[in-house]
Nanobody, 129 residues
Framework: VQLVESGGGAVQTGGSLRLSCGFS????????VAWFRQFPGKERQALAK???????YVAEPVQGRFTTSKDANENILYLQMNDLTSDDTAQYYC????????????????????????WGTGTLVTISS
């Protein structure tokens, strides 16, 4: 399984970024792919998830500003981030597991985070005022 994130960078407060996660090697009908971010010294925080059947969900703390979607033709999961603030400065990661069941877990739970089996190397997002 390979996960490759891209799209991170530096933007000013109020700006937008779209992160991409290209994923491969997962079973076509049984997987869960998710976006996380990590602040220094903190646990990784789940932001959004995609189930193999196309269902997506965005965590409540970022609903209204972040959306997630899958490319119609390629195995790419996007994270569109709008109205960014300095509080969004973090390392952003893509993660996956060959299990649809994990996607049914509460996205805020440790069980969901610990259920991820594969991780990308991350992409840094920096928001400046």
């Amino acid at each position: 399984v390979q996960l490759v994130e891209s799209g991170g960078g530096a933007v000013q407060t109020g700006g937008s970024l779209r992160l991409s996660c290209g994923f491969s090697g997962l079973p076509a009908v049984t997987y869960c792919v998710a976006w996380f971010r990590q602040f220094p010294g903190k646990e990784r925080q789940a932001l959004a998830k995609l189930r193999a059947n196309g269902q997506t969900y965005v965590a409540e703390p970022v609903q209204g500003r972040f959306t997630t979607s899958k490319d119609a033709n390629e195995n790419i999961l996007y994270l569109q981030m709008n109205d960014l603030t300095s509080d969004d400065t973090a390392q952003y990661y893509c993660a996956a597991v060959a299990s649809s069941e994990v996607c049914s877990y509460d996205i805020r739970s440790n069980t969901f985070r610990l259920g991820m089996r594969y991780w990308g190397t991350g992409t840094l997002v920096t928001i400046s005022s």
